[in-house]
């Protein structure tokens, strides 16, 4: 079964978690949240997302509110596919947008909407990532998709 590990960086990110982990179990992906900090955990975050192939998983979804450094620390430290998902802060979340989206050249992030439009998206956006190899994920995308 496909796998994506979706991390944020505080437990009071997991509403965000819990809606994308959802989505994804209903295209048929497996998925494990983790918590660590960009900023708090660096090394432990460091640890999760370079081993993250090596552990099973296709694509890292990360969270991430206020700096919003965690996708872009995922994408440095990992070759899978990172989607980025900036989570509502101090300004509304637009500051976690802009930090995610603005990535240098050669360590990109997909970015989705800001909350739990993104959320959604996110996973969504890995099950076509996912559906390029998996049958069974396409098969899901496609019901999915007919069902909007």
Request: with cysteine.
């Amino acid at each position: 079964m496909p796998k994506a590990i979706i991390i944020i960086g505080s437990k009071s990110e997991q509403e965000y978690a819990s809606k994308c982990a959802a989505e994804l179990a209903t295209l048929g992906i497996e998925s494990q949240t983790e918590v660590s900090s960009a900023h708090r955990h660096p090394r432990r975050t460091e640890k999760l997302t370079g081993e993250a192939e090596a552990n099973g998983y296709e694509v890292i979804i990360a969270m991430a509110g206020l700096a919003a450094a965690l996708p872009g620390v995922a994408a440095a430290h990992s070759n899978l596919p990172v989607i980025g998902v900036p989570l509502p802060a101090a300004l509304g979340g637009m500051d976690s947008l802009l930090a995610i989206v603005q990535m240098p050249p050669g360590i990109p992030v997909a970015t989705v909407a800001i909350g739990s439009p993104g959320a959604k998206n996110a996973a969504v956006l890995a099950a076509r990532i996912l559906a390029l190899k998996h049958s069974g994920v396409k098969d899901k995308l496609i019901e999915h998709r007919n069902s909007l």
